[in-house]
């Protein structure tokens, strides 16, 4: 006895399964995408489109140059050891912990320079640290 049937009807391609398999492949792509451009470091310093420089009247004016040179207030220091930076730093700020340290370090200078600078002023007690920039061309003729 043959109970099966033998009615041959054509086959079922069943698409659900295929679909919700591509659309979480399209999200995976998607997410992975987006989050790729915030892992790439393309970095331009040091330009800014802020307002104009304001004078501080109890600033200390602090030069670093691409080749490693450090002026404070236009007088050249003679070693970039934290030791001597902080001795200058200490001498230039006149008006104690209120003075504002402005470092203009050259877009090429070297990460190390400016953290020697950072650390020398933190040692006198001068916290208000700040960066100049230039403008950009779109933002220097507004």
Avoid: C, W
Avoid at 87 to 110: C, F, K, N, Y
Wanted: glycine share 6%.
């Amino acid at each position: 006895m043959d109970f099966r049937d033998h009615s041959r009807g054509e086959p079922e391609i069943n698409l659900i399964p295929f679909i919700d398999v591509l659309l979480v492949i399209v999200i995976f792509l998607m997410l992975s995408t987006t989050y790729s451009r915030f892992t790439e470091l393309q970095l331009r310093l040091p330009v800014a489109d802020a307002q104009a420089q304001r004078d501080y009247p109890k600033e200390v004016r602090v030069g670093i140059t691409s080749d490693g040179r450090i002026s404070i207030n236009g007088q050249q220091v003679a070693s970039n050891a934290v030791e001597p930076l902080s001795r200058a730093l200490e001498a230039a700020a006149t008006a104690g912990p209120q003075s504002v340290v402005i470092i203009s370090a050259d877009a090429t200078a070297a990460h190390q320079n400016v953290i020697t600078v950072m650390e020398a002023a933190r040692r006198v007690g001068l916290g208000q640290i700040t960066f100049a920039t230039q403008r950009t061309g779109s933002a220097a003729g507004k």
